[in-house]
């Protein structure tokens, strides 16, 4: 991502698990404090955080955010969406949610933010390697249909996309994600024919209900505009005990020298990174989607910077 650079030092936290807040909660602004300490390993010692561990689980928090609530609200009566819509629309209407969703940008734009995803993320893709390599074995065998959202520049296709007989549907706003997405689904040795990039939004997912056994995304919602949307889609289209494979980048801890960056940089990071988010609450959004169970993971990346911590996991429809 444009705004990335290297921190003084490489920090990577690690906790088993890490205690839930699960009493319900009057929204508060101390809410939001605590529920963000919450999403950052609140205490955690730093330590290196390897082999791939798991780390702690969840399968519900009712911890709630006022601000976050009030900015949903918000979101949804200036901009009513409603996954029904999505899901039980024909391609126009899937189109017409992209549009408002992501409106089209210039050409430059598109091709030059293309280019960086495939280019610039070099350091971090082998930094997280290791990671990937474990979170996707789990997807070995038990795939024929995977749905990619936000696909971007597709790092992740050499991770799954080579087994037999594998169909791989590519979804990105930014059509100029798809030349870059195909060259690593070639890489990946997956046939061109078993290849189908989508342009469409995470909010409105261009797939049937229960059509496919894998939904993989990367460092996507901080990017789409309705976050509790796209994961309904997310179930929507997974076919029942399908998973859910994720790496978000979350808020730092309040009152960190961290999340101080990211509250000055947020406005500039959605400008220059196409709508990135730099202090979304993500890991808490996907442990209450209502997913059967969440595997939930978190660390920090030396080659992320202020994309830090990072949540990462599998969870089960
Ligand atoms: C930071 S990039 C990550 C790309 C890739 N998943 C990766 O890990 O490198 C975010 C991607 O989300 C896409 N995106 C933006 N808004 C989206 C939306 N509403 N639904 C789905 N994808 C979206 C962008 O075009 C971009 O490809």
Redesign the pocket.
């Known amino acids: ?1 444009i705004l990335y650079a290297s921190p003084p030092s490489s920090i990577i936290f690690s906790k088993r698990n890490a205690p839930q807040q699960a009493t319900p909660r009057t929204p508060s602004p101390s809410n939001c404090a605590r529920q963000s300490s919450q999403e950052a390993p609140n205490g955690a010692n730093p330590k290196p955080l390897s082999p791939f561990p798991r780390l702690f689980c969840h399968n519900r928090c009712s911890c709630i955010c006022g601000r976050r609530l009030f900015i949903e609200a918000a979101a949804t009566s200036l901009f009513p969406l409603s996954s029904s819509m999505a899901s039980s629309n024909s391609s126009s209407d899937y189109t017409a949610i992209l549009n408002r ?2 409106p089209p940008k210039p050409d430059w734009y598109e091709d030059f933010y293309a280019s960086v ?1 495939a280019n610039g ?1 070099k350091l971090y893709e082998a930094e997280i390697a290791d990671y990937k390599s474990q979170m996707f074995a789990t997807l070995r065998g038990k795939a024929q249909k995977v749905l990619e ?5 597709g ?2 296709l050499k991770y799954y996309a080579g087994e037999e007989g594998m169909k791989v549907y590519g ?4 059509p100029k ?1 798809e030349k870059y997405a195909r060259e690593a689904a070639q890489n990946a040795g997956l046939p061109a024919d078993n290849f189908e990039f989508k342009q469409a ?3 409105a997912i261009p797939l049937p209900d229960a059509s496919v056994d894998v939904v993989v995304g ?3 919602l901080c ?3 309705n976050v509790d949307m ?1 994961l309904k889609e997310v179930k929507r289209v997974l076919r029942p005990n399908g998973l859910y494979i994720f790496v978000e980048h979350v808020a730092a801890e309040e009152g960190t020298v961290l999340r101080f960056v990211q509250d000055v940089l947020d406005p500039l990071q959605q400008l220059v990174s ?3 988010h730099l202090t979304r609450r993500t890991g808490q959004s996907i442990s209450e989607a209502g997913f059967s169970n969440v595997d939930l993971n978190m660390a920090s990346f030396s080659n992320a910077a202020f994309i830090n911590p990072q949540v990462f996991g599998v969870a089960h429809r």
């Open positions: 991502m969703v992501h995803l993320m959202i936000g696909i971007g520049a790092p992740n979804v990105d706003p930014n994600m939004v995470g909010e990367t460092l996507v990017s789409v505009s796209t196409d709508g990135c």
